[in-house]
């Protein structure tokens, strides 16, 4: 074996390896001195970006009926396994008869739908996966919480909220729409007879068979 003194590929010298340990250091020594730039959080919060990944959210078309269609897609690709969904039909049935009316402009929609957000690593992958544009991602991301269970949102928190001119489901489509027109942005808010049939629905009248 060469000995260390010998060896042609060693550059430097004494003065080197002395300081050899100093430089390695470096970036460390350049930081101590340089101005802490400090988050007052919570007190203040900086805007996210754009894109930002946050809190989930089951979007609706301008009539109120919901986009989510019960496919499960987006918990097939969810690679921490924390979407859950229950899938169910449409139920065009008089509401009187048992009927339990319409969610959305396909044939199914989604019943059931958890997220256990102590699984989810906001990847977005489900979002993707989504061929209805039902499910994105917000900009909300304080959801810390005390309770394992408190973080395993239900649909009802994930729904989005009611904008101005739509209605709350169940209620049928806007008359002569098919289910493609509302993809193609056809249906830009909640008829009257939509309305008329909420109105009656939560009084327990009998609207269903008047807006079929």
């Not at 339990?100 to 402009?105: D, I």
């Not at 199914?108 to 958890?114: M, T």
């Not at 061929?131 to 994930?158: F, G, S, V, W």
């Not at 729409?177 to 939560?202: F, L, S």
């Given at each position: 074996?060469?000995?260390?003194?010998?060896?042609?590929?060693?550059?430097?010298?004494?003065?080197?390896?002395?300081?050899?340990?100093?430089?390695?250091?470096?970036?460390?020594?350049?930081?101590?001195?340089?101005?802490?730039?400090?988050?007052?959080?919570?007190?203040?919060?900086?805007?996210?970006?754009?894109?930002?990944?946050?809190?989930?959210?089951?979007?609706?078309?301008?009539?109120?009926?919901?986009?989510?269609?019960?496919?499960?897609?987006?918990?097939?690709?969810?690679?921490?396994?924390?979407?859950?969904?229950?899938?169910?039909?449409?139920?065009?049935?008089?509401?009187?008869?048992?009927?339990?009316?319409?969610?959305?402009?396909?044939?199914?929609?989604?019943?059931?739908?958890?997220?256990?957000?102590?699984?989810?690593?906001?990847?977005?992958?489900?979002?993707?996966?989504?061929?209805?544009?039902?499910?994105?991602?917000?900009?909300?991301?304080?959801?810390?919480?005390?309770?394992?269970?408190?973080?395993?949102?239900?649909k009802h928190q994930l729904i989005a909220?009611?904008?101005?001119?739509?209605?709350?489901?169940?209620?049928?489509?806007?008359?002569?729409?098919?289910?493609?027109?509302?993809?193609?942005?056809?249906?830009?808010?909640?008829?009257?007879?939509q309305r008329q049939y909420a109105e009656?629905?939560?009084?327990?009248?009998?609207?269903?068979?008047?807006?079929?």
């Amino acid at each position: 074996m060469a000995d260390n003194d010998t060896d042609p590929d060693r550059q430097g010298g004494f003065f080197a390896d002395l300081l050899a340990p100093v430089a390695g250091f470096g970036v460390s020594f350049s930081t101590i001195f340089r101005k802490v730039d400090t988050e007052q959080y919570p007190e203040d919060k900086r805007p996210t970006p754009p894109r930002w990944h946050g809190r989930h959210q089951l979007n609706r078309h301008p009539d109120g009926l919901e986009k989510c269609i019960g496919c499960e897609l987006c918990a097939w690709a969810c690679p921490a396994d924390a979407i859950y969904v229950e899938g169910a039909d449409n139920d065009d049935r008089p509401i009187a008869a048992g009927g339990t009316g319409r969610y959305s402009p396909g044939e199914r929609y989604g019943s059931v739908y958890q997220i256990n957000y102590l699984r989810c690593i906001l990847c977005g992958f489900c979002i993707e996966a989504c061929p209805t544009r039902a499910l994105t991602m917000t900009n909300l991301y304080e959801m810390a919480d005390d309770n394992r269970a408190d973080l395993i949102y239900e649909k009802h928190q994930l729904i989005a909220p009611l904008s101005e001119g739509m209605v709350a489901a169940p209620h049928p489509m806007v008359e002569g729409m098919q289910e493609r027109d509302y993809y193609q942005g056809k249906v830009t808010t909640a008829t009257p007879e939509q309305r008329q049939y909420a109105e009656q629905r939560e009084e327990g009248g009998p609207a269903h068979d008047r807006h079929r």
